[in-house]
């Protein structure tokens, strides 16, 4: 029972101390990995768990390797950030594997990139003509981001000189049957107003909504919540 309880103890205190860790280490580490990141996020699984697997372990046996691996990913993502030279050494450049429509199949072998993977990355994007695109860019990450010619490109607002009003951002007023009254504040809102966007939805409640999202000039998203 002890040996149970000691488990518990030290998975909740790694829980707590990765998570604090992790958000000190902020949001873009939680997005699409560099390198450095991925290599990290597979060691830190495997010595973090080395207290709750063997509780014979002391618990610093997984807390010290943690903070010591997490701090020189913030020292590696800090040098980064300051030096070019030192991002291209650690995190690599992107790479053009299409320019003005022509594959380069030089960048495509150096990146061991195959045409089967570029087809299905470009399909990801939404782009199944490969005629459609301009520039194909690998991110350090992984990624592809696709930029298409300027005669498959979406027409803007701008280029058909129509002025467009700014709608701000759409903020959640009810999540789950319960009112955000801090994002009605924000949008100049109140209880009156949600209340009558209710009625004139047939609905009495805020706890017969879903989600019922709304921004600056007005516009309503709203779903009822399903039957049980």
Sequence with gaps: MLTILKIFINAV??????VLLLRLMGKRQLGDLELSELIVTVLVSQVASTPITDPEKPLWY???PVITLLGLELILSFL???SVKCRAVLAGQPALLIVHGRIDQGQMRRNRFTPDELAEALRNEGVLDMNAVDYAILETDGRLNVILAPENRPVTAGQMNLTQEDTGYPLIVINNGRVMENNLRILGR???WLNAQLKAQGLKNPHQVYMMTTDMAGGIFLAPREPK
């Design 62 to 64: 997984g807390i010290v």
């Design 190 to 192: 109140d209880m009156n």
């Design 13 to 18: 205190i790694i829980y707590g101390v990765l």
């Design 80 to 82: 980064m950030a300051k």
